[in-house]
């Protein structure tokens, strides 16, 4: 019996999309967190250039994992775009 690594999994995307995408990427900022009024989950999402304005967006309070687990079951996650 050999210890054979696993094949490689098919991507579910063309390769010309998972590169774009991981470009992307690259470029984006994020912060997450809780909602100091509605106590929902918040991920602020913008492109690295919008980083500044992050900072004039209210606080958001650190959240544990079992907090975002939790959120992401109930649909208390909201996303918001930052430009």
Request: avoid cysteine; glycine fraction near 6%.
């Amino acid at each position: 019996m050999t210890d054979a690594p696993d094949p490689p999994l098919p991507s579910a995307l063309p390769a010309d999309l998972t590169r774009h995408l991981e470009s992307l990427g690259g470029q984006l900022v994020w912060r997450m967190g809780k909602d100091d009024v509605s106590d929902e989950i918040v991920v602020r999402l913008g492109f690295a250039s919008a980083t500044p304005r992050f900072a004039h967006l209210p606080r958001l309070r650190s959240a544990n994992d079992t907090e975002l687990q939790d959120a992401m079951q109930a649909g208390r996650v909201v996303i918001e775009w930052v430009d």
